[in-house]
């Protein structure tokens, strides 16, 4: 479940959200890597499927994540 740090899954966009937390928290690049890879699992198992299925698709840039999913990266 935990992924290192720029592992590719969700390519740039992930890379964004870990440098993010990373500035905002002060957490190493690996922990913060770890945490956000946690907080996307559970995103994907506890929200309906369809919206779910979209996560993977925001994260890499493949857009896919219109309507609430499309400001989720700001």
């Given at each position: 479940?935990?992924?290192?740090?720029?592992?590719?899954?969700?390519?740039?966009?992930?890379?964004?959200?870990?440098?993010?937390?990373?500035?905002?928290?002060?957490?190493?690049?690996?922990m913060?890597?770890?945490?956000?890879?946690?907080?996307?699992?559970?995103?994907?198992?506890?929200?309906?499927?369809?919206?779910?299925?979209?996560i993977?698709?925001?994260?890499?840039?493949?857009?896919?994540?219109?309507?609430?999913?499309?400001?989720?990266?700001?």
């Amino acid at each position: 479940m935990q992924r290192a740090p720029g592992a590719q899954w969700g390519g740039v966009a992930m890379d964004e959200i870990v440098a993010r937390v990373v500035e905002q928290t002060g957490l190493s690049e690996e922990m913060a890597g770890q945490a956000v890879s946690v907080v996307v699992e559970v995103l994907k198992e506890k929200l309906p499927g369809p919206i779910a299925g979209q996560i993977d698709g925001v994260l890499s840039g493949e857009g896919g994540g219109g309507g609430m999913l499309g400001g989720l990266l700001g």
